[in-house]
């Protein structure tokens, strides 16, 4: 544990910061207590703590985007997510307006975390991003795991002049600023590139003007040099925005790559004063971003202050999310954005000699009104300027626009669209679906001292867009991804709720073409839930599909169980001492049962163990003896790690010693016994046993670290695969317990309550062992320990084939041997007898002292072939082949009729039936000699009438005797 992170040193930290914070902001203006602890301790022991470090720099911003305007009027509170969270990856817009906004927008850095390469590249210093303020997130947190970097966010306005919150930048930070321009995921899997080009990084050079005081928040400062490749954004610079106004803005929250969240309207625009309210989706690292409206894209202002971001939710931190008609707790209800008109006079025109004509949208309904705005520098002060109007349809009209705001060079004026029929210069656009409007501006200096002629086009639509292949994917147990087709661009919504009749929620995305994609969250697990689609298009048609009023439906699905709880320091909650865990392997998608009992006393005796020399946060291997394994997720392990924190690590040791859920949960598989910061070195002991069916490890009056009191905890490892947890006092108050397959922290995780588990002496146990019978995996037959060699869902004690997985438990014959094992399933033999060591008992082998595995039988007498002397003739009793000279009937029986045929052989040259069997002539050939005869005929009457035997019976066989002559 590396020393500058002991308590007195963290004191001391705090105390500088405070102090420093409240320096650099506002002397005088803020106390300790004004000031939210934001600060962690576990995020400052990383790494040098230096006023300019991204860290500091984020404490100092975040105790301003929490004020309530006025410096001294601070909350604990900082920015929410309203309604639904409308925050999109630049990668997936495609509307070319908020593209247009994007290019514009940038990181504030500090310097710190830039490297020059020296080719004319930069390194950023990015971070996943696990963990905020201190705490680890939640595992269904929107874009966790993606890289994050920098402080604050900011905007092009001139060529070399960028605009960014007031308390994000000011001049005894302006040398130590930088701004990374094009930070933005490359697609859902690809962050950014780290390496970047000189011509995306420029650094402060000076303040143009920044205020941060009371109603006041703003920075206006110019770069090193002009910026490369990217067009400054206009800014409003007169009037205000209007309630209702809907609007998007676009930056960095929480340092992330570039997001746009659209979805906001203005709650209060506060009249010409330097601020108004909006339900806009930002968080810290927002602050300073562009927030434009939609009606034209001007950007408004600039994002400064808000409600909270994040809430605890147990053992991690989440985004807050209030409804759309703002936040009901304490600090703002909604976020607030310095208006442009407080530091326009500070910013020149972007407007200049080359003249420009820009329609308001490109594409119209037919009902609609538009806009046309001119600027041209070579006009200001003409108050007016007229342009021609045409459409593809035949129409034509003059329209006059009005310089405003005066002396600006701006004119502006509007005309109602209409599908009325044609009427040229009526001061009413006439229009059908399809037709092309263009606006025409004569320039009479480009700037070259050369006439222009300035043209721009839209189009009409007056049509609503068609839906279809509505699906409902990627459904989990808190959020689903609702996907459709269009026809055209549209802007997909999506309205839910717990019924068809009350679709009380909604959620959009920004426009798309053609595939249109919306995630919904905040959904409760195992709920059925309803849903219809509606697609806007650019023109403001829509349409509605609710899947012919029956609505499409979903069911989320149940969460796991990850046997896995968090105790915070500051609840005290840790409840785990005299109480013992028993997670017993049960074959289900949890793969445990869990029951919790009282305890006074370790199972295992730790007296005689084997005492393990760990040091502060350190580890040794354990190998387990006899060939024995313990498991963990159905996986066997024949050693492990022990570590001095409280937990048994498999794979790799781990020296970790700030528990977390992150930590707990990878990337090595993990059983937190106890998981804190523990340090065997001030006190206790720490040991190992290995008994017959388990392997006990225990920590023994072990203290935290830089303290002097007491824990006991035990973990016992069947052989089996059962766990057991004891713990006796525990005077930690914080940690981490429970256990984890090493995948990291699951998508749908939701943290346990290990007190709340059945108790296992409380609940039926028909057979006494003291194992529920809803977790023994024997219910009517004693076995505590719950021996399960194959792993099937019946323990030793009571499967009928205890080393071969049979969950049917099958015993055809009513033995005492599942089929799965019975080596004669369908014949009873309690014994198992098997002389030939086949895969066949005696009881049911044809040739129970031959191994033939096969079991042929070519004549069905019951003898199997390998062991048959005569295998194509059927002789049960094995007594030999009486059909040679059985030449009459082939009945079997040797007779007078018999002889006659065998003189015919021999004396008259008659046919006999020849014997495949042998390789002699045919049956007549008793004596086997190979040639029919009259000592054939001798030898046959001497059987036939004097009860001869015929001198070599079996030659009827295959293969041909070797006793024969």
């Not at 040099?225 to 609007?247: A, F, K, W």
């Not at 701006?410 to 229009?431: H, I, K, P, Y």
């Not at 291997?621 to 050693?639: K, S, W």
Request: proline share 5%; with cysteine.
């Amino acid at each position: 544990m590396p020393s500058f992170s002991r308590p007195w040193f963290f004191a001391l930290i705090i105390a500088w910061v405070l102090l420093h914070s409240a320096i650099a902001i506002n002397p005088g203006s803020l106390t300790a207590n004004d000031v939210d602890s934001g600060l962690h301790i576990d995020e400052l022991a990383d790494k040098e703590y230096d006023p300019n470090s991204r860290i500091a720099r984020r404490r100092h911003v975040d105790i301003y985007s929490r004020q309530y305007r006025a410096p001294a009027e601070l909350t604990p509170l900082e920015r929410v997510i309203y309604g639904d969270d409308n925050r999109l990856d630049i990668y997936a817009v495609t509307d070319p307006n908020v593209l247009k906004l994007a290019q514009a927008a940038c990181l504030v850095v500090s310097t710190s975390e830039l490297s020059d390469n020296g080719d004319g590249t930069y390194t950023l210093d990015a971070v996943p991003w696990t963990s905020q303020s201190g705490w680890p997130l939640c595992s269904d947190e929107r874009f966790r795991g993606q890289l994050n970097a920098g402080f604050c966010s900011a905007y092009l306005v001139g060529d070399d002049i960028i605009v960014t919150a007031g308390h994000c930048v000011s001049a005894s930070s302006c040398g130590s600023s930088a701004f990374v321009f094009g930070f933005q995921q490359v697609d859902s899997l690809t962050g950014p590139s780290l390496t970047i080009s000189e011509d995306d990084v420029y650094f402060c050079s000076g303040i143009i003007d920044q205020v941060l005081s009371g109603d006041f928040d703003h920075c206006v400062l110019q770069l090193d040099r002009p910026v490369v490749g990217r067009e400054p954004l206009p800014i409003r610079r007169s009037g205000s925005v209007s309630d209702g106004d809907s609007l998007i803005v676009v930056g960095h929250p929480v340092g992330l790559p570039m997001k746009a969240a659209g979805g906001a309207i203005v709650q209060n625009a506060n009249g010409p004063t330097e601020w108004f309210q909006a339900n806009l989706d930002t968080y810290g690292g927002n602050s300073g971003s562009l927030v434009a409206n939609l009606t034209d894209f001007t950007v408004e202002g600039i994002l400064v202050r808000g409600a909270t971001d994040f809430d605890v939710d147990g053992s991690c931190i989440r985004s807050n999310q209030v409804p759309n008609s703002g936040n009901t707790g304490s600090g703002l209800q909604f976020e607030e954005v310095s208006k442009t008109i407080t530091f326009a006079g500070v910013i020149p025109e972007l407007i200049n000699s080359e003249g420009t004509c820009e329609l308001d949208r490109s594409t119209y309904a037919c009902s609609d009104a538009l806009s046309i705005e001119v600027a041209d520098a070579d006009l200001i002060d003409s108050v007016t300027v007229n342009v021609a109007l045409e459409t593809s349809n035949g129409d034509s009209e003059t329209v006059a626009l009005t310089e405003s705001p005066a002396s600006s060079g701006m004119f502006s004026g509007s005309l109602s669209v209409t599908d009325n029929a044609v009427v040229t210069d009526d001061g009413e656009v006439q229009v059908s679906d399809g037709t092309v409007i263009t606006v025409i501006y004569d320039d009479i200096d480009d700037g070259t001292g050369s006439p222009a002629t300035v043209v721009d086009t839209a189009t009409v639509d007056c049509v609503s867009p068609v839906i279809t292949n509505v699906q409902i994917t990627n459904i989990g147990g808190a959020e689903a991804t609702v996907t459709f087709e269009t026809n055209e661009t549209a802007t997909p919504v999506v309205r839910y709720g717990l019924s068809c009749g009350s679709l009380n929620q909604s959620t959009s995305g920004l426009a798309m073409p053609q595939f249109q994609q919306v995630v919904i969250g905040g959904l409760t697990p195992n709920t059925d839930y309803y849903v219809e689609v509606e697609a806007i298009d650019l023109a403001g048609n829509s349409v509605i599909d609710d899947n012919g009023g029956a609505c499409y439906t979903f069911t989320t699905e149940d969460v796991g169980d990850y046997f896995t709880e968090e105790f915070a320091t500051s609840d005290l909650d840790n409840d785990l001492d005299f109480a013992t865990l028993r997670f017993i392997p049960n074959g289900t998608s949890d793969q445990y049962d869990l029951c919790r009992y009282d305890a006074t006393s370790l199972p295992t005796d730790p007296t005689g163990g084997s005492a393990l020399s760990l040091g502060d946060d350190d580890y040794e291997l354990v190998t387990i003896a006899g060939g024995q394994q313990v498991y963990l997720y159905g996986v066997g392990y024949d050693r492990f790690y022990v570590g001095s924190n409280g937990f048994i690590t498999f794979g790799s040791g781990d020296t970790d010693y700030t528990e977390s859920l992150s930590d707990h949960f990878g990337p090595q598989p993990r059983l937190s016994v106890l998981f804190d910061d523990f340090n065997p070195v001030d006190g206790g002991t720490v040991s190992w046993t290995q008994l017959a069916d388990r392997i006990a490890v225990t920590w023994q009056d072990v203290p935290e670290y830089s303290t002097s009191n007491q824990n006991t905890f035990q973990a016992e490892l069947y052989f089996d695969g059962t766990i057991v947890f004891t713990h006796l006092a525990v005077a930690a108050a914080d940690g981490v317990a429970g256990i984890a397959d090493g995948g990291g922290i699951p998508g749908d995780f939701v943290e346990s309550d290990l007190s709340a588990y059945p108790d296992c002496s409380s609940c039926p146990d028909s057979d006494g062992d003291e194992v529920c019978d809803g977790d023994d995996n024997c219910p009517d037959t004693p076995n505590p320990g719950q021996e399960n060699a194959d792993a099937d869902s019946f323990g030793d004690a009571c499967d009928n084939c205890p080393a071969v997985a049979n969950e049917d438990q099958l015993n055809d014959d009513a033995d005492s041997l599942g089929n799965a094992c019975d080596n004669c399933p369908a014949v009873a033999n309690e014994d198992q007898l098997n002389d030939d060591a086949d895969s066949l008992g005696n009881a049911c082998d044809n040739c129970p002292a031959v191994d033939n595995p096969a079991q042929n039988d070519g004549d069905d007498d019951g003898i199997g072939d390998d062991c048959d002397n005569c295998p194509s003739y059927a002789n049960p009793g094995q007594e030999g082949c009486p059909h040679h000279g059985d030449l009459a009937a082939d009945d079997g029986l040797l007779t007078s009729e018999d002889l006659n045929v065998m003189i015919d052989v021999v004396f008259f040259n008659a046919q006999t039936t020849p014997d495949p069997g042998c390789p002699h002539v045919n049956r007549a050939d008793v004596n086997c000699d190979g040639i029919t005869d009259a000592i054939d005929v001798n030898e046959f009457i001497q059987t036939l009438f004097f009860n001869g035997p015929l001198p070599c019976d079996p030659c009827a066989c295959d293969p041909y005797p070797t006793n024969c002559p």
